[in-house]
């Protein structure tokens, strides 16, 4: 069966995004910028050179796996808000692995931080998709709180036990031996390897989907969670798993972050870009195949965001305001549209009545 | 050893930072309780917060009083209410979605108006808050130090809680509130318009939030702005709205303890690194949303256990 392309969505999109540039240029008027300037800056901070086209691709393979760890949950209907903490504990924990295994072959260490990024991550997700599917707590306050417990437990480690030697280094572990190093494909970028490993993840998550029984048992247990059990489907047990497999996605994110671009654990990992993803996954609709194609153009904005920042002197927040913006269009779509209706609809009564009466008169 | 910390716990400037930990989260969790009641699921409130705490130090700045400051913070409280239940209400938007965006949006909207208005490294020292001495108490020993001599708004928070309090289970206002969440339709066969109670609960959300930013900003930081200060306290006041079951004054004494254990980590900073110890608030609240979910299904298997023999 092969599935309609949704015009309405890409028209309305478009129409968000549009509108979400020009609330960002009155903004950018009322701090004192010029609009144009700092938008024409934005796209030559991202396609300038090879390197920040490289930062963008590597960015956007960090948005589309962080963005599809979103969309896994949401399927089985639980939101892991919490792929932050997810991410700074794969991270720090993937790198000590990695920093302990240093006397070992490449082809040992690797996937042992890998393991080990993909057990903490999931670990991590398993306490509030547990305490969600058996206590029936909200995943969403347990999520952000554990979001910040392991934003600060990852600087603990880092500045405590697996600090490294370097006094003038305060929170960071110690740097990786150069051999574990994901192979950088744009020099001076952070493009690396990993971008291989995350498009196999990305194509398996979309496989898994929307192409087999499972997918479509994920598909039931979110849409109607009681008529898939009763059918059968063990709710309690794929809501446990996607959240599990969503941590893991989120615990590699950091891996990637950590072997392919910092090479060493400190808190720049990541800066809220979980959250980045989360938005680009509610942008998306949770259509796996559309966050794919949001997390290139958000990547363009956001690493074109910081190129502005440095020429033309604009905070790179904009970015997140125009990103906002359009989340608010498109979570207010329909309602938006069906008032337009409404008033309409009113206006074309009230002409109706007021032909009706001048009707009557003559 | 064991000694001094449990001095160094149980003394007044512990319970004193519990008032002072308390009191933003408290006055979040009043405005939380307000859209509670009226039915919307607020997760917004951590933005509101931000925003209250930058526009509260930027009307601080640009006008040179602080009294200034608390006007821009009540007319963005307003604004942001509005947009708020502008969303929820009127377009009937996914309120999770809409209260993350608000969110995202804050942080967004109040770092680049910070960055672009004060430079990269933030304003500081800002008139700010009076703080409040009260003639007399200092003779009473413990609560005399623990309650003299604090920020202007945590005195003004004993208040509030006890005018919302009033407004929710007192006036006609609070039962229209709290029938639009409970029961809308009824609402409307007598007569109201259960959206216009969900506006005004928003707005009266966006005012309490945005004053519990400015007495972050204004009151707690004298009159500084740090980016993303809010720093989960719009979650931690929706956990405290949810164990409450949005009463006014619940909600106040949730803060509390929330304040208290903040506290308690403060005071062991000598002893354990303050990255652990800033976990223990969260890691309370965590504990406290299991507590209200099992409280709440023990409840319900008694009342179901009871409803046949009643019937019987």
């Known amino acids: 069966m092969k599935k309609r392309f949704n015009w309405g969505y890409l028209v309305s999109l478009l129409i968000s995004v549009l509108l979400a540039f020009a609330i960002g240029a009155v903004i950018l008027v009322i701090a004192g910028f010029n609009p144009l300037e700092a938008y024409a800056a934005m796209v030559d901070g991202a396609f300038s050179n090879a390197r920040h086209i490289g930062d963008f691709l590597e960015y956007a393979m960090v948005l589309c796996l962080t963005g599809l760890a979103c969309v896994l949950g949401s399927r089985v209907g639980i939101f892991n808000v919490g792929g932050e903490g997810q991410l700074l504990l794969g991270a720090v924990v993937s790198c000590q692995v990695g920093v302990w295994l240093a006397g070992y072959s490449a082809w040992i260490a690797i996937p042992a931080a890998a393991l080990a990024a993909m057990a903490v991550g999931g670990f991590y997700a398993l306490i509030p998709g547990w305490l969600k599917v058996k206590v029936k707590v909200n995943e969403v306050i347990t999520t952000i709180m554990l979001n910040t417990i392991a934003a600060s437990i990852c600087q603990y480690l880092a500045k405590g036990p697996w600090k490294n030697a370097n006094k003038n280094m305060v929170a960071a572990t110690e740097k990786l031996d150069p051999r574990f190093w994901f192979k950088t494909l744009i020099p001076g970028s952070g493009l690396s390897t990993a971008i291989v490993a995350a498009i196999v993840i990305t194509f398996l998550t979309w496989y898994v989907m929307q192409k087999t029984s499972v997918g479509y048992e994920m598909k039931l247990t979110g849409q109607n969670p009681r008529f898939a059990f009763f059918s059968g489907i063990k709710t309690d047990k794929i809501v446990i798993v996607c959240m599990v497999i969503s941590g893991a996605m989120c615990g590699l994110v950091g891996m990637f972050r950590v072997y392919g671009v910092e090479h060493l654990y400190r808190s720049s990992i990541s800066n809220q870009y979980y959250f980045e993803g989360l938005t680009v996954a509610m942008i998306a609709h949770y259509d796996p195949v559309t966050v794919i194609f949001l997390s290139f153009f958000f990547a363009v904005l956001k690493i074109g965001a910081q190129g502005m920042e440095l020429s033309a002197g604009v905070p790179n927040q904009i970015y997140l305001i125009i990103q906002t913006v359009i989340i608010f269009f498109m979570a207010a779509e329909s309602g938006i549209f069906a008032s337009l209706r409404a008033g309409s609809q009113r206006r074309k009564a009230r002409a109706d009545i007021r032909r009706k009466e001048g009707e009557g008169h003559a | ?312």
């Not at chain 2, 009191?23 to 009226?38: K, S, Y």
Request: hydrophobic fraction near 50%; proline fraction near 4%.
């Open chain 2, 1 to 312: 050893m064991l000694k001094t910390i449990l001095a160094a716990i149980f003394s007044a400037g512990t319970f004193n930072q519990m008032l002072r930990s308390a009191t933003p989260v408290a006055l979040a969790a009043l405005g939380g309780a307000m859209t509670e009641h009226a039915g919307i699921m607020n997760i917004g409130m951590d933005g509101m917060i931000l925003m209250g705490a930058f526009f509260g130090v930027l009307g601080s700045y640009l006008f040179g009083s602080a009294a200034a400051g608390v006007g821009l913070v009540l007319l963005m409280g307003v604004v942001v209410g509005l947009f708020f239940a502008l969303f929820v209400v009127k377009f009937k938007s996914d309120e999770f979605i809409i209260g993350t965006a608000l969110n995202t949006f804050a942080l967004g909207l109040t770092s680049f108006l910070s960055r672009a208005i004060f430079g990269a490294s933030g304003t500081k020292g800002n008139p700010a808050l009076p703080t409040v001495h009260i003639p007399g108490l200092d003779s009473i020993p413990f609560l005399g130090q623990v309650l003299n001599d604090n920020s202007l708004f945590i005195y003004l928070t004993w208040l509030l809680v006890l005018v919302m309090w009033l407004f929710v289970y007192k006036t006609p206002y609070g039962f229209w509130l709290r029938a639009s969440g409970e029961k809308p339709e009824t609402l409307r066969t007598a007569g109201i318009a259960p959206e216009k109670m969900k506006w005004l609960a928003s707005i009266l959300c966006g005012l309490l939030c945005g004053l519990a930013g400015a007495h972050l900003s204004l009151g707690q930081l004298q009159g500084t702005f740090a980016e993303n200060m809010a720093n989960s306290r719009g979650y931690i006041a929706f956990a405290c709205v949810i164990f409450s079951k949005a009463n006014p004054a619940m909600a106040y004494i949730a803060a509390l303890m929330f304040g208290f254990f903040d506290a308690i980590g403060l005071r062991l900073q000598d002893y354990i690194s303050s990255d652990l110890t800033n976990t223990i608030p969260y890691i309370i609240t965590i504990v406290m949303m299991v507590y209200v979910v099992v409280r709440s299904q023990r409840k319900k298997r008694y009342a179901g256990k009871r409803l046949p023999a009643k019937q019987g």
